[in-house]
């Protein structure tokens, strides 16, 4: 596993950042912690979190429904329901290779 120190020098100021969108709904703690748990990797990573409520469009609701929170990276349905720190980091640390 790569060193936080190794990956912070291998960040350079115009590393681009990584999309990461939440598919949330208000008032749902589940939510709350799946973003707290990608709060805690945006700076090592640089990550672009974009939250959106599935309740704003009938079409993600039918979607998402009650699978809230769901977590896609770069696109990609990573998540659903909780967030795994370690395959998280993972995830984040494998894109960067």
Known sequence: MTSLLTR???RGPSSPSIPVTVYTREGCCCCHKAIDVLESFRRT???EIDLVDVDSDPQLAAD?????PV????GK????GLVNPVLL???LS???S
């Open 8 to 10: 912070l020098l291998r």
């Open 45 to 47: 990573y640089s990550l």
């Open 71 to 74: 977590v896609a990276i770069d």
């Open 89 to 91: 980091e993972r995830i």
């Open 77 to 80: 349905v990573r998540f659903k």
């Open 64 to 68: 998402y429904g009650l699978t809230v």
């Open 94 to 96: 494998k894109r960067e």
